[in-house]
């Protein structure tokens, strides 16, 4: 399995195909990568569905202290907020 640290590069990249940005997403959950998957859940320059995906990753890893403070980052879209309420 590739590092945290490449498979967050290959998330960013809008070079790199959805699908493949997808998986890399479910490969840091495996990895239990919270660090990466909470980054990409505030890159605000990153789309919707990946962000959305990255929160539920965090739900899969169990980081609920992650997830409430999250639920509280005003800078973080509403809905956002929101899921991340919903999962911790």
Excluded: W
């Amino acid at each position: 399995m590739p590092s945290p640290h490449s498979l967050f590069r290959t998330v960013v990249d809008a070079n790199v195909p959805r699908q493949t940005r997808k998986t890399a997403i479910d490969e840091l959950a495996t990895a239990e990568a919270t660090t990466q998957l909470r980054v990409i859940a505030v890159t605000s320059g990153l789309a919707g569905p990946y962000r959305r995906q990255a929160l539920s990753a965090l739900g899969q890893c169990g980081a609920t202290d992650m997830l409430e403070r999250l639920a509280d980052d005003s800078s973080l879209h509403r809905s956002l907020r929101k899921q991340a309420k919903v999962l911790a």
